[in-house]
Nanobody, 125 residues
């Protein structure tokens, strides 16, 4: 079992930056990719960004490309989502997810078995 805990959310103004963190604990003996997804009120959960175990492959949702950057620590336990130039439409509950997978499915929710509880990001205009 893998336990994920997100942090770093908050209320910011448009144009600001935030860094979300996700710390993984538990049975980390597999080569887990980690990803971020988000869900705004009344909308479906959508893919934001993901990174492979080795960190050599990253993938981003179209709406965040060029503004968000995903990274992970060398010990593989923590993944960060650096969010710049935030927009009101980025307001959502941000979830961290993890699982072992082929890099071709990094953006698919069904590929992830382990999920955190989420951290709220609110961007005011």
């Amino acid at each position: 079992q893998v336990h994920l805990v997100e942090s770093g959310g908050g209320l910011v103004q448009a144009g600001a930056s935030l860094r979300l963190s996700c710390v993984a604990s538990g049975r980390l003996y597999r080569r887990y990719a980690m990803g971020w997804f988000r869900q705004a009120p009344g909308k479906e959960r959508e893919f934001v960004a993901a990174i492979t175990w080795t960190g050599d492959i990253t993938k981003y949702g179209d709406s965040v490309k060029g503004r968000f950057t995903i990274s992970r620590t060398l010990d593989k336990t923590t993944v960060y989502l650096h969010m710049n130039s935030l927009k009101p439409e980025d307001t959502a509950l941000y979830y961290c997810a993890a699982d072992e997978m082929d890099p071709t499915v990094l953006d698919r929710q069904v590929a992830y078995d382990y999920w955190g509880q989420g951290t709220q990001v609110t961007v005011s205009s």
